[in-house]
């Protein structure tokens, strides 16, 4: 299976995204060129499992169970925007992550990453920028600058990320051909 670890930020915290994004996007961008995600798949991707055998999913749920054990919640915010690979050629629109002690999801990312291929799982070892994904252009790169000056004035409430999920991604499965996504687990990160 498809599947990704990734902090989900709270409900409040996705409403006011939304509200800053309507009337940007609807202003913006024309219809067909962006594919702007759904409210309930935004969330902050920590390791990407591009394969874990269903029979692996046990060992990867207790070893996050450990690591969870030892590790304290941290306070997020999103702040900014930005575009993959650039703005200039953007395929990913993206909101900025404001971490309230720098480098924590880095850490966070690393340990995940390795934790979910000792399990068995095969992991994209991309490099890690914190974001949570806003559109993915659609029939190629598109110059996004026009965009970006617009949602750079993205700016959310803080929020105390203490929990980490393990969620399926099943391509093409979800309304409109979009990604259906399945928490199978939850870990509460203990430590204070």
Partial sequence: MRAFLALVPPLEVIEQLDDVLAPRRDALAPRGEWRWSRPEHRHVTLAFLLELDDWREEALVEAGQRWADRTAPTRLSLRGAGAFPDPGAARVLWAGVDEEV??????????????????????????????????????????AGHLLQALDTVETSAWTAEEVCLVRSELGQGPGGTPRHTVLHRWTLARS
């Fill in 102 to 143: 720098p480098g924590t999801l880095e850490h966070w990312a690393r340990s995940l990453r390795a934790l979910a291929s000792r399990a068995g799982g095969r992991v994209d070892g991309t490099r890690f920028l914190p974001h949570v994904t806003l559109a993915r252009s659609v029939g190629g790169p598109r110059a």
